[in-house]
């Protein structure tokens, strides 16, 4: 689950949900570590695109945050782009033409 799945299941604020999940991702003195990151996702949830990390219960070895891809953001980005309508006169242009990559 991520962390907004983990609070609407137990009821809490998503700032008091990060506290509890790091308390149960270190290892204690007396306790094993009980909570790890299996994966990451991207779902945005209405908000900035970034990994969002999913936890699993168990004391495994935490994934890998996946590096940023420069060239996937500029892909995105213009795709996004090309979709706007940035003018009066591109509004009387067919869909087909306004969507056609150049």
Known sequence: MTSVEICAQIGTTKSS?????????????????????LD????????????RPIYAIGDKKDKLMPKASPAENQRRYKQKKSKMVNSVFQLGVPIKMRFKST
């Open 17 to 37: 949900s990060g506290a509890i999940l790091g308390r149960l991702m270190r290892q204690s003195v007396t306790k094993p570590k009980r909570v790890y990151i």
């Open 40 to 51: 990451w996702t991207y779902d945005s949830e209405g908000a900035r695109r970034y990994p």
